[in-house]
């Protein structure tokens, strides 16, 4: 695998945990809504790109575990 190919890769596997990781969540707040057949499935990417706010709220968190 080139580098090239690793690189788009990686930033393909972080894409897909942020869209799962959104819809998960917004999943969840619509079955406490009791609408979740219909949040669960959201997913609005402009031209593939993931919205700035939205990678703020579900991209995975700099806080380190101790």
Do not use: V
Request: no cysteine; aromatic share 8%.
């Amino acid at each position: 695998m080139s580098t090239q190919e690793k690189a788009r890769a990686l930033m393909m596997r972080h894409y897909q945990l942020i869209k799962n990781r959104q819809q998960s969540m917004l999943g969840r707040a619509g079955e406490e809504l009791g609408r979740a057949g219909e949040t669960s499935h959201y997913w609005n990417p402009i031209q593939g790109k993931i919205d700035y706010n939205t990678r703020l709220a579900y991209d995975r968190s700099h806080a380190a575990m101790s």
